[in-house]
C-alpha cells in the first residue's frame, strides 16, 4: 500500500499540519458572524503557521504556487492573522483579506485590546463598502458600531431599514439602530436581536449551525 503524500508547506517546504475541523458551533453567533461556543474558543487553531517561515494560512500544503515567491516578501505581522491577511491581498483574494482582519479583530477582543479590535474593524468595513450582500452589509454594520463609526453605521442602517429585507436581517437592523442610537460598542449575539418564537427552537440556533459561513471559515462542504 502507497503512503500519502508527504505534506509540505508550499512555500518553504516544512512539514505541515492538516487544516483544523473546529467542533460544530452550539450557541448563537455574533452579530459579526463570530462563531459560538465550543468554535469560538478555538481561534487560535484557526490558522496553521509554518514554524520554519512563519506563513500563516488555514492549509499551508493548499496555498497556490505563487504564494512561494509572495510570502517572503511580506511585512511581518506579529498576529498570524494579519500575516494571512497580507497574503491574501498578495493573491488578489479580497474576501479572504477580510475574513482574516475580521479575525484578528476577534483576537484582539480576546486579548483585552479594544483600541486594536476598533481599528481592524474599521479596516473591514473600508473593505466591505462596496459588496451588495446582505449579509455582508449586515457584519459591515456591526464592524461600524462597533468600532463607533457612528455617522457611517447610522447611515448604513438607515439605507437597510429601507430595503424590502426578511424578517431575520430586518429584526437585526431594528436592532443595531437601538444600539447605534445608545452608543454601545459591546459584541452583542444574533439572539438578542430576536424574539423567541412560542414554540419553535429559537432560529438562532439554526443559525449558528448553517453552513454557509462556516463552511467558508472552516473549509467544510
Do not use: N, Y
Given at each position: 500500500?502507497?503512503?500519502?503524500?508527504?505534506?509540505?508547506?508550499?512555500?518553504?517546504?516544512?512539514?505541515?499540519q492538516?487544516?483544523?475541523?473546529?467542533?460544530?458551533?452550539?450557541?448563537?453567533?455574533?452579530?459579526?458572524?463570530?462563531?459560538?461556543e465550543?468554535?469560538?474558543?478555538?481561534?487560535?487553531?484557526?490558522?496553521?503557521?509554518?514554524?520554519?517561515?512563519?506563513?500563516?494560512?488555514?492549509?499551508?500544503?493548499?496555498?497556490?504556487?505563487?504564494?512561494?515567491?509572495?510570502?517572503?516578501?511580506?511585512?511581518?505581522?506579529?498576529?498570524?492573522?494579519?500575516?494571512?491577511?497580507?497574503?491574501?491581498?498578495?493573491?488578489?483574494?479580497?474576501?479572504?483579506?477580510?475574513?482574516?482582519?475580521?479575525?484578528?479583530?476577534?483576537?484582539?477582543?480576546?486579548?483585552?485590546?479594544?483600541q486594536?479590535?476598533?481599528?481592524?474593524?474599521?479596516?473591514?468595513?473600508?473593505?466591505?463598502a462596496?459588496?451588495?450582500?446582505?449579509?455582508?452589509?449586515?457584519?459591515?454594520?456591526?464592524?461600524?458600531?462597533?468600532?463607533?463609526?457612528?455617522?457611517?453605521?447610522?447611515?448604513?442602517?438607515?439605507?437597510?431599514?429601507?430595503?424590502?429585507?426578511?424578517?431575520i436581517?430586518?429584526?437585526?437592523?431594528?436592532?443595531?439602530?437601538?444600539?447605534?442610537?445608545?452608543?454601545?460598542?459591546?459584541?452583542?449575539?444574533?439572539?438578542?436581536?430576536?424574539?423567541?418564537?412560542?414554540?419553535?427552537?429559537?432560529?438562532?440556533?439554526?443559525?449558528?449551525?448553517?453552513?454557509?459561513?462556516?463552511?467558508?471559515?472552516?473549509?467544510?462542504?
Open positions: 500500500m502507497s503512503k500519502p503524500p508527504r505534506r509540505v508547506c508550499v512555500v518553504c517546504g516544512a512539514p505541515a492538516p487544516r483544523f475541523r473546529a467542533p460544530q458551533p452550539e450557541t448563537a453567533p455574533d452579530l459579526d458572524m463570530r462563531p459560538g465550543p468554535a469560538r474558543s478555538t481561534l487560535d487553531q484557526w490558522l496553521r503557521v509554518c514554524r520554519r517561515c512563519g506563513t500563516a494560512a488555514p492549509d499551508l500544503a493548499e496555498l497556490p504556487a505563487a504564494a512561494r515567491e509572495i510570502a517572503p516578501t511580506l511585512p511581518a505581522e506579529s498576529s498570524p492573522f494579519l500575516r494571512h491577511a497580507a497574503l491574501c491581498d498578495s493573491l488578489g483574494d479580497a474576501s479572504g483579506r477580510a475574513e482574516a482582519i475580521l479575525q484578528a479583530a476577534w483576537a484582539a477582543d480576546d486579548a483585552g485590546d479594544e486594536a479590535a476598533a481599528a481592524l474593524r474599521r479596516q473591514v468595513a473600508d473593505l466591505w462596496d459588496s451588495p450582500a446582505t449579509e455582508t452589509r449586515l457584519r459591515r454594520l456591526d464592524a461600524l458600531r462597533r468600532s463607533g463609526e457612528w455617522q457611517k453605521a447610522e447611515a448604513l442602517a438607515e439605507a437597510l431599514a429601507g430595503e424590502p429585507l426578511d424578517e436581517p430586518r429584526a437585526v437592523v431594528t436592532f443595531q439602530r437601538a444600539r447605534i442610537a445608545a452608543r454601545d460598542t459591546a459584541r452583542h449575539l444574533i439572539s438578542s436581536a430576536l424574539p423567541p418564537p412560542a414554540h419553535a427552537p429559537h432560529v438562532t440556533h439554526v443559525q449558528a449551525r448553517r453552513p454557509g459561513l462556516m463552511a467558508r471559515l472552516f473549509g467544510r462542504g
